[in-house]
């Protein structure tokens, strides 16, 4: 009786990196790799080690650089795929050396080096990577692509904690903190309130709304701390400071982004 079912294939030697006279045996999507390579021995092409979620062209890449030493430094898809290799076979060198190449490229994405992070348990990785995209929510869209790409738990971490520190920074924006202490030696309080509310609409709306470069608020607490202010008494100014410290009105993001984190990142 016919199921319809195609017969197995029966895996296949590949044509440069099977040597018959090495002990240890991989199969990539059914093309046999046989090499001198890791500390595993008596595998045999009835029994390989499979190894999961990689190509033979990832493989071929890994390979041309630990065998060969063939990589560009500025080549993205082989670095990538030597790292997603010597991640599986917990290979320190080339691992450590295709990490470093790809942060030194200078078009490295941050939804590519997220999904990476979180594959080879890059840990600064995934904190830096989610904390740029999560403060550049108005100015970096996500493709339908880029969703699939990082797969449902990460993205919908994302969109949620972009959501919130939105919505919290435009309450801020427009709902700035007044100042309703002065310091003992401040001569005119009319003109340093004035002060602190034009610098806080013409300055601090701009980083909270529409920074070049995304900040953190605590970032934007230090800029507080260390910019002075015109108008603006200088004891004024950093009981403000010290206010909206304690407050933690500025902080607020921060806790977002590490509580999205600490649900996708394992503890150590």
Not at 89 to 104: C, G, H, I, R, V
Not at 184 to 190: A, G, R, S, V
Not at 193 to 217: A, C, H, M, N, S
Not at 231 to 255: P, Q
Request: glycine share 4%; charged share 20%.
């Amino acid at each position: 009786m016919e199921t319809g079912l195609a017969a197995p294939t029966a895996p296949t030697r590949h044509p440069t990196y099977y040597f018959p006279d090495c002990n240890v045996v991989f199969m990539v999507n059914n093309v046999l790799y046989r090499l001198s390579i890791g500390t595993q021995t008596g595998s045999s092409d009835e029994n390989p080690i499979i190894v999961p979620n990689i190509s033979t062209e990832e493989f071929d890449h890994f390979l041309d650089y630990q065998l060969r030493h063939l990589v560009s430094k500025s080549d993205e898809k082989a670095l990538t795929s030597i790292l997603k290799v010597t991640h599986f076979l917990q290979y320190d060198e080339p691992q450590t050396m295709a990490q470093t190449a790809l942060e030194a490229l200078p078009n490295f994405d941050l939804v590519t080096k997220l999904t990476l992070g979180f594959r080879t348990n890059i840990v600064p990785w995934v904190t830096t990577a989610f904390t740029k995209l999560a403060l550049l929510a108005s100015d970096r869209t996500l493709s339908w692509l880029e969703a699939e790409q990082l797969g449902f738990g990460p993205y919908r971490a994302l969109m949620e904690t972009r959501w919130e520190i939105v919505a919290h920074r435009r309450r801020l924006a427009y709902s700035f903190p007044e100042m309703v202490a002065h310091a003992d030696d401040c001569k005119d309080n009319f003109d340093c309130e004035w002060g602190w509310r034009t610098e806080w609409k013409g300055k601090v709306v701009l980083y909270l709304i529409q920074p070049d470069t995304p900040v953190l608020g605590s970032q934007v607490l230090t800029l507080l701390e260390t910019t002075d202010m015109r108008d603006v008494n200088g004891a004024c100014r950093v009981k403000m400071v010290n206010t909206i410290r304690r407050s933690g009105i500025l902080a607020y993001e921060d806790s977002l982004i590490e509580q999205a984190l600490a649900t996708l990142i394992p503890p150590s």
